[in-house]
Structure formats: C-alpha cells, structure tokens
C-alpha cells in the first residue's frame, strides 16, 4: 500500500525534498552528553548550578532552552543575552569533545527511509532544535550524516517555525522555488512550525509522544513508526 498524505493526496515519496527532525525522529540518544552541555553553558551565564528541570526540551531549540532554564532560574535577560554567541560555541565544543560518548541508535526504518527517498532522487535536509555541530556530532555517530544537504538549525533561531522556514529557504535553494516540501517530526511542535509554513508533516510517534497526542494535531500522516510506511 502507497502511503498518501490526507488532502495533499500525494504518496509519501514523491515530494521533491524532506526535512527530517534529529532526536526522537531518526535517533535517539541514551548518554547525557547534550544535557550535561546545557548545565555547563547554563552555570557559565548565570554563575550558578542549574539544571532542566521544569523546562521543556522536547520540541523546544537548544536556544529555546537555555531561555527558559535562565528565565525560569530569574535570571534577567540583559545579563545573558549578549554572551549567546560565545555560549553556543562552548555547548558545541563541550559536545565535541565527548563525541565518542555519544551513545546513538537509529530509530525504527530510519536506514531504509533515507536509502529509499535518495533513490526517489529526493534532496534530504534537516529541521531541527539542535545547534548545528551538536547535530551534526550526533548523526556522524549515527553513521548518517551524509545523507542530508540541507538543514535549518537553532544557532541563529529561538523558535521551531523560523527553524524551519531556514530550513525551506535553504531547500528552495537546492532544488528550486516550486519544489514540494514534506517535514518529519516527532513532536507537536513539529506540527505545528510545518503548519505555520504551510507545509505537510508526517509525525511519527518514537519520540516522547504517543500517536493519539499527535493526531490532536492533525498531521496529514500519523505513524508509529517508519516502518508503517512500507506495510
């Protein structure tokens, strides 16, 4: 069975290109890498221990997080705000340098999706929360960097929806203007930033949120996992 996306009525392989969330959509990630890299940046513009706790991750930008973990810790913007430049650069490199301790999976048909959309000639991007050295670390552990030419990142973007329309500039500028455009996302907010673009969404239910949260809100096709798109 072909699967198609409701009201576009186009099966699932045939867009021109397709912007892949990372976490809870191609990979998941057991270590604490990534978070440790947020306390430290955190402790770095706040002078003071703090942690995620009542901050939430999934769905948000790495950006988006700190600012909430700073907001939610009192800490006035003024104070931080101008060292953000610099704080990226040292989640990065604290990332980096623990590459190795990375401990990464691939989801459910991740491969098999990705061999199968370059084969249908697609041009595979990336629209993501994470900063771009902190993603890219992750999916080289994966093994699939390669596969992806674009991609929208959070280094320059609070939000999920101007993450993603970077991430549609850059595709428009790979493939052309009129390209058809397909996300894939794990969260509501995948969702919802696709929506704000006016883009259809697979959500794919492998991250943190069950398929009945996501169909609140009406992604054009909801799946447990990838593997439902060769059933």
Not at 170 to 184: E, F, K
Request: with cysteine.
């Amino acid at each position: 069975m072909v699967r198609k996306l409701d009201v576009w009525q186009t099966p699932w392989d045939e867009f021109d290109g397709y912007l892949f969330d990372i976490d809870g959509t191609l990979i998941n990630c057991t270590d604490a890498v990534h978070y440790f890299a947020f306390c430290d940046a955190l402790k770095q513009l706040s002078g003071m221990p703090l942690t995620l706790e009542g901050v939430t991750a999934h769905g948000n930008t790495d950006v988006g997080i700190l600012r909430d973990a700073l907001k939610l810790a009192g800490i006035p913007e003024d104070e931080w705000r101008p060292r953000l430049p610099t704080t990226r650069d040292t989640m990065c490199e604290f990332v980096e340098a623990r590459e190795d301790e990375l401990c990464v999976t691939l989801l459910p048909a991740v491969h098999v999706v990705l061999q199968h959309l370059t084969t249908c000639n697609a041009t595979l991007g990336l629209a993501t929360g994470n900063l771009k050295r902190i993603g890219q670390a992750k999916l080289r552990r994966a093994g699939i960097l390669d596969y992806f030419s674009v991609g929208g990142w959070s280094d320059q973007f609070e939000d999920r929806t101007d993450v993603f329309r970077g991430a549609v500039a850059q595709m428009h500028q790979a493939r052309s203007t009129n390209a058809t455009i397909c996300i894939l996302g794990d969260t509501p907010a995948d969702i919802l930033a696709a929506h704000a673009n006016r883009l259809p969404v697979i959500a794919v239910a492998t991250g943190v949120y069950s398929r009945e949260q996501l169909l609140r809100h009406k992604p054009e096709l909801c799946l447990n996992s990838f593997e439902d798109l060769f059933v």
